[in-house]
């Protein structure tokens, strides 16, 4: 079991997962919540529900999201859920591996597998 470690200790680990595709989001929580039973992982269909919803809370440990263009077409656009969470894994289309796109920021391949998504999370686990 890999537990998310993001700097928080003996809290529960909130995720953030945006997709408009319900049957990817819930296997992400699904993998996220048996990579990490403590985590609280809380899906939405787009990013002004999860922006609405987040009002009042302070960032999540994490978002997973994919830009609306893959690659996204300007670098500042893959940053824009950032503002959710702490750190983020972009899912992309496009991508052959899991990489670091940018300091706390992860790109994972679709289509991702549980040990991919548990790679994508231990590499946003190290310090960067």
């Not at 670098?75 to 300091?103: F, G, K, N, T, W």
């Amino acid at each position: 079991m890999l537990v998310l470690h993001f700097g928080e200790k003996h809290m529960r680990r909130k995720v953030v997962i945006v997709l408009d595709d319900v049957v990817v989001a819930l296997d992400l929580a699904q993998t996220l919540q048996d990579l990490d039973p403590s985590a609280d992982v809380v899906t939405f269909r787009s990013a002004a529900v999860a922006r609405e919803a987040a009002k009042g809370y302070g960032k999540a440990s994490l978002i997973i999201w994919q830009p609306r263009s893959d690659p996204p077409e300007d670098d500042s656009a893959a940053l824009v859920q950032c503002d959710l969470a702490e750190r983020s894994i972009l899912l992309s289309d496009a991508a052959e591996a899991v990489y670091d796109a940018a300091p706390h920021v992860v790109v994972l391949p679709r289509p991702f597998s549980a040990e991919m998504v548990e790679k994508a999370v231990s590499r946003l686990s190290a310090d960067h």
